[in-house]
């Protein structure tokens, strides 16, 4: 099992900053893929962005050039840096983690959520 801790969510005006945490814990063994979607009400979820082990990244379109994605690797954490937000990025983000086990079973983890609200 892989525990996931997100943090850093919250309320912020337009052209704010926000940056989220999330923190994989357990056994972990080797993380490939780190990532964060998010979700709107009544939308499906969707990317945010997603960076490799290697460093690789990708970005939705929609947050190119505002948001960029980290990685520590020593700390088995992704963390995600928004800035400029807009209202339209307002919704629950959640991390997510691709990985292999110590018997080299394929696995992927979700974080449990965390809220972001952006208005005046």
């Known amino acids: 099992q892989v525990q996931l801790v997100e943090s850093g969510g919250g309320l912020v005006q337009p052209g704010g900053s926000l940056r989220l945490s999330c923190a994989a814990s357990g056994s972990i063994f080797r993380l490939s893929a780190m990532g964060w979607y998010r979700q709107s009400p009544g939308m499906q979820r969707e990317l945010v962005a997603t960076?490799?082990?290697?460093?690789?990244?990708n970005y939705a379109d929609s947050v190119k050039g505002r948001f960029t994605i980290s990685r520590d690797n020593a700390k088995n954490t992704v963390y995600l840096q928004m800035n400029s937000l807009k209202p339209e990025d307002t919704a629950v983000y959640y991390c997510n983690v691709e990985g292999v086990s110590s018997t080299y079973v394929r696995y992927e983890y979700w974080g449990q959520g965390t809220q972001v609200t952006v208005s005046s």
């Open positions: 960076t490799t082990s290697g460093g690789r990244t």
